[in-house]
């Protein structure tokens, strides 16, 4: 049960939402109390580290990991750009289907 536990601890920061769908169909299926229980315990944990790298995020960067924060903003910018460039070259932004209006018959 603590790996379980922990792995919902995860899932919660990955996505909230991820966690209704996890919980509905675990098996066997837990009690309304057990699961009141973990998404409480896994809503803290997640609202505990988010605070917490929110707080020491910028010290960790920069006195752990020596990333300075500029650099990072780049490389995301760089990221962000080359997966919006990709996704326009492969036509995820065009629409091919007609427009919903363009869908009522007039006649």
Same mark, same amino acid.
């Given at each position: 049960m603590n790996t379980f536990n922990n792995a919902l601890y995860f899932l919660a920061i990955i996505n909230p939402v991820s966690k209704i769908f996890f919980l509905s169909g675990y098996e066997p299926k837990l009690t309304?109390?057990?699961? *009141?229980? $973990?998404?409480?315990? #896994?809503?803290?944990?997640?609202? *505990?580290? $988010?605070?917490?790298? #929110?707080?020491?995020?910028?010290?960790i960067l920069e006195k752990v990991f020596r990333i300075d924060p500029c650099a990072l903003k780049i490389t995301g910018g760089i990221v962000v750009f080359f997966i919006g460039w990709k996704a326009i070259r492969e036509g995820k932004f065009s629409s091919s289907r007609r427009a919903p209006c363009a869908m009522i018959s007039t006649n």
């Open positions: 309304f109390r057990q699961v *009141l229980e $973990l998404s409480w315990k #896994s809503s803290v944990a997640a609202f *505990l580290m $988010l605070e917490s790298f #929110s707080l020491l995020g910028h010290n």
